[in-house]
Every structure is written in C-alpha cells, then in structure tokens.
C-alpha cells in the first residue's frame, strides 16, 4: 500500500508539471524521488540527482541552446549544466507533450544579490560567461539580437499616448492615475534625454563589433537562475539565451538590482570594476552603458503594469510602487552622473526625476520579478518561510583609486579578443518519441 501511495504521489508531481514521466526511460533513469522546484522537475536518482525540463517551442530553438552550452564549456566556463544524452545519444527527447531535456542539479541556493558578496560574484561570473561566449559558431534559432535599445526604448514612449487617452475614459480615477499624471512629463524627459544619448553614443560600433564576433548573452541573468553554493555560482536556465552584445546582460543587472542598494556608487563602481578584471570595458561600450543606465526602465515597467493590468495590485500598491520607483530614479540619474564624470564620458548627465521624501522603505523590490513556483532550496521538504536579513552591511573593498579612471580603446586589442569559431554543428535530430502507456526499462517505480 506504501508502494502505491509513493507511485501515485510521483505520479501526481508529473502530472502538475504536465509531463509524461515515460520520457525518463531514454536515460534509463530510476526515480526514487521528484519534487517540482520553480520551471523543472527535480529528480532524485540512483546515480544522483538531476533536473528535468519541459518546453513547448521550436526544436531548433532548443537545439540552439544546447549548442550555447557546449561551446561555453568547450571554451572554459563549465559553470552551467550541461544536457545529458540519453541512452540513444540524442541531447533532448521531442515527445508528443514537449520537448525534454535532461542536466544535472547544481547543488546551493538561489543567489541573494541584496548581499554584496553575492551581486559582486554574479558581476565575475557574467563576465566569464561573456568571455566564452565569443565566436559561436551555432546558427538557426537564436540569431535574433535583442539589443535594439531604441527600438524598447520607442515603443514605451509610444506607449505613454495610449495610457493618456486611458485617462480619459469614463472610469473612476485613482492615486495611480493622479501620480501617473503629475510626473508624466518627467518620464518623457528621461525618455527623450535617454534616446538623444544613445543616438550620439557609439552604439552602432559595439553592436557591429559584437555581430562579427557572434558575441552571447544570457538574457536573464536574475537571481532566479543563479546558483551560489559556498563561494562559486552557477549558472542555469539559458533559454532565452541568444546572439548579443555583453551590454545587454550587464545593463539588465545593475538596472534590476542597483535599486537594492539605492543606488549606492561605490558599489555600483566596484561592480563595474568586478566585471572589468575579467573582461575589459572598452571606453565605447562603457559610454553606451551610461546612455542605457539613463533610460527609466524600473519605472516605466510599473506604469505598463498598471495600464496593462500585468499585475493583480490594487490601486493604491501601484501608486506606492510608482513614487517608490521614481524615487530611485534619482539615484540612478545621480549614479550616471558619477559614471560620466569618472570615466570621462562625452555624454549629458540627466537630471530629470523628481525628488520624493518620505519613501524610506524599498523591501518589496522583488515583486516584479518573476516567481515560477517556488524559491529554490537545497532538502525535499518545502522551505519554512524565514526573514530576510536586511541588515547585511554594505561595505566593500574597492581598490585605491587614482583620480584618473582609464579606458581601453574599443578598437585597441581588439585582435587579441578575437577568437578561433570552432564549428558547432547540428545534432542530428532526436527521434520523436510518442505518449505510451508502459513500455519496459527503468523508472522507478514504474515497471
């Protein structure tokens, strides 16, 4: 009877996540036991624990991923899961309900970047990633780049009309609507003033230069899918990895969590400074970087929630979010600020946000992330809920600065960045493997 409780239990999990566990004969697996942990079933074996996945996109696409993979690891950085062949070789399993792939778990827990520690060894290890990411040779899916800043960039202001004559419609107006209204024309400036400095920036350049070196990104490097366990991290969940300039990973990583730290620059600097000991910012990119840190991105995602009811808040929780998010505009103006003049930068400093007091309390950051499931723990058992310590001091160890801050050239050394694109070539593809009732081989406890 125990037996049977075990079986449908695991069954149960399976059926939740919307996967036939009968894919789990192609690696000969023999489950003891699952437990669903965010986007992937994690499997506990007789040969250790792996991490199953289901998705339902284009196989080329997941194909493209793999490859990513691989070439990362063959170029060094083996901090990502790499796909498990199955017994027939094939790196995935297209089946009638999805197409699976198979990594090993990476033990640790979900990165807490509101730790220094932990936000200055994402900064490293994206760096790394970015180094190994040149000269991919893979093709087909994933060739899309996802850099066009001011095609975003346009599309949120043609954005803000549209929410204008929401305004006028005859409904009853709340706080969102009143504070939307009062500091809609500084949105536009932060707009606008981001846009006119990324077009004088040297944009095309870098975006040229990462194009003749199929350059990769991650494309959601959030602490979602980042794994720290003692003092390495690992990197997991590449699909929406694609073909782009490291900028976009990085810029993405300060603008989502140097809120956390209001904005602090000193650390914003030792970030920086983090990622440069391992891959070098050219004068270049670090200008282009400074334009993308104008752009009021955090904010701007509020108001699109709101008008575009993307979120289940009240009216009162956006408005708060709002003047919490324009608040720290400030601070990220001021932080530009600094980048211009430290680097020295040919570039406008923006001073458009409004000044807000009385905002003191940032703890709900985290609430536009996403949060598939659950927080990733190491154990079977759910995790109890704990406080979060937020009196982690912020100090860090920045090194002596001397008053001038030098860059390299975006073209000097470019040779000796350039590197060998040894081919990656297409898997053959896996043969498609139906939806079966029972078929002999292990997964336990299935017979």
């Known amino acids: 009877m125990a037996k049977r409780k075990e079986e449908k239990e695991l069954l149960d999990v399976f059926d939740s996540y919307g996967a036939d566990p009968d894919v789990l004969r192609e690696w000969d697996l023999e489950v003891e036991k699952v437990r ?11 040969v ?41 070789g094939d790196p995935y399993v297209v089946h009638s309900t999805g197409i699976y792939y198979l990594t090993d778990w ?13 936000i200055f060894l994402a900064a490293e290890t994206m760096a790394k990633l970015h180094n190994a ?5 893979g093709g087909g899916f994933g060739q899309e780049t996802r850099e066009d800043f001011s095609a975003q ?48 920036s040297p944009y095309p350049q870098i975006i040229e230069w990462a194009r003749e070196n199929r350059t990769i990104c991650h494309g959601s490097f959030s602490r979602q899918n980042l794994i720290v366990e003692k003092e390495r991290m690992a990197v997991v969940d590449f699909d929406h990895c ?52 104008s752009f009021p991105k955090r904010t701007l995602e509020v108001v699109e929630a709101y008008f575009e009811r993307k979120r289940d808040w009240d009216a009162e929780r956006f408005s708060s979010r709002f003047r919490k998010q324009l608040a720290l505009d400030e601070g990220r ?35 536009m992330e996403s949060s598939s499931v659950e927080s990733r723990a190491d154990g ?44 990656v070539l297409p898997d053959a593809a896996p043969r498609i493997k139906p939806r079966r009732k029972q078929k002999p081989g292990p997964w336990r406890p299935g017979r």
């Open 242 to 293: 694609h073909f782009g300039h490291p900028l976009h990973d990085l810029g993405a990583l300060l603008t989502r969590y140097m809120p956390r730290f209001k904005w602090e620059a000193s650390i914003g600097f030792s970030i920086l400074d983090v990622y440069r000991a391992v891959r070098e910012i050219s004068a270049e990119e670090m200008t282009v970087l400074a334009a993308y840190l």
């Open 333 to 367: 103006e001021m932080f530009v600020q600094d980048l211009i003049a430290r680097y020295g930068l040919n570039l406008s400093a923006p001073s458009f946000a409004p000044h807000l007091e009385g905002l003191e309390s940032y703890d709900d950051l985290e609430a």
């Open 153 to 200: 960039w346009g599309k949120f202001r043609a954005k803000l009309s549209s929410y204008d004559a929401n305004l006028e419609e005859l409904r009853e107006q709340t706080g969102m609507d009143d504070s939307y209204r009062q500091h809609r024309e500084e949105l536009v400036k932060m707009i606008d003033h981001a846009s006119e400095q990324l077009a004088r």
């Open 380 to 423: 079977w058992e759910a995790p109890e809920a704990h406080a979060v310590d937020l009196s982690e001091s912020a100090s860090i160890h920045e090194r002596e600065e001397s008053s001038e801050v030098r860059l390299a050239s975006h073209e000097k050394g470019l040779e000796e960045r350039r590197t060998d694109s040894r081919s």
């Open 133 to 137: 990411g040149i000269g991919f040779a």
């Open 36 to 46: 669903q942990v965010r986007g992937v079933l994690r499997i506990k074996t007789a």
């Open 106 to 118: 990476r033990p640790g827990k979900e990165a807490d970047l509101k730790k220094t520690k932990n």
């Open 48 to 88: 250790g624990t792996r991490a199953l996945k289901k998705v339902n996109v284009a196989e080329g696409r997941v194909r493209f991923v793999q490859q990513v993979i691989d070439h990362l690891a063959n170029k060094g950085f083996h901090d990502a899961p790499r796909f498990i062949r199955t017994k027939y």
